[in-house]
């Protein structure tokens, strides 16, 4: 990945300590509370994966305080500072000045929701983020799957997280804020049973190692309910 004015980006991953009954709750009303914490872990072992290849900094930011030591021990390159109290919206916030006062200009904040993420969006992002103080990541339903920014993010506490409306209100917000602001193409999210299928569709090729190992459980699971 080449340097942004000798700056490389910073790959910001918040993440949630995979739990029974609190791991994919939406998805679990489709699947179950078991099946989906298996999802829910190797969702992460994606993410993570996507850090630990990350050729610039990275940071790992924790829910909450009482998990920063399973957090550091996921990426043990990798910063890791839990998140604050509030809102999403306030804790990016709260995070991101944190990170910037450590240094980092460029920053890239991903979840743990879009594994179909890989080495040519990390490096689209990068490339626009030259031109553009932010550049976003869209998801299908109308949602973020990955935002990055060169300046701080204008307050984001009243956004509509996790809903359909957030990517709209987002890009609005940061344009209104005098950010010049670019998209880099659009994915989907995982949220739902129905996701399931076109997920293992969409990494049919994909041959890294934490993918295959959905693959292989997603094609399980799915085998099993066409049993049904």
């Known amino acids: 990945m080449n340097s942004l004015n000798n700056h490389y980006p910073c790959l910001v ?23 989906a914490l298996v999802i829910a872990q190797l969702l992460l072992d994606c993410a993570v994966e996507d850090l630990l ?8 930011a924790p829910d909450q305080a009482q998990h920063q030591q399973w957090g550091q ?13 509030g809102n999403l919206g306030e804790r990016l916030n709260a995070l991101d000045m944190q990170l910037r006062n450590l240094g980092h200009q460029y920053l890239i904040y991903i979840g743990s929701d879009c594994p179909l ?15 553009s103080d932010t550049v976003l990541t869209m998801a299908q339903d109308g949602g973020v799957v990955l935002m990055a920014s060169r300046k701080p993010w204008p307050t984001l506490s009243a956004l509509p997280w996790s809903t359909q409306h957030l990517g709209q209100a ?30 293992l569709e969409a990494l049919a090729e994909d041959a890294r190692p934490e993918r295959l190992k959905l693959k292989n459980a997603l094609a399980g699971l799915l085998e099993v309910s066409d049993a049904k």
């Open 13 to 35: 991953l918040l993440c949630k300590r995979p739990a029974l009954g609190h791991s994919k709750q939406r998805l679990a009303e489709g699947v179950g509370k078991k099946r």
């Open 53 to 60: 290849d990350f050729p610039g900094t990275r940071a790992l």
């Open 73 to 85: 021990a996921l990426c043990e390159s990798a910063l890791c500072i839990p998140q604050s109290e």
């Open 117 to 131: 993420l890989g080495p040519d969006d990390y490096q689209r992002v990068n490339e626009q983020l030259r031109y």
């Open 170 to 199: 987002l890009l609005e917000c940061c344009r209104s804020s005098g950010h010049s602001v670019s998209l880099a193409g659009e994915l989907f999210d995982i949220d739902l049973q129905e996701d399931l299928k076109p997920l």
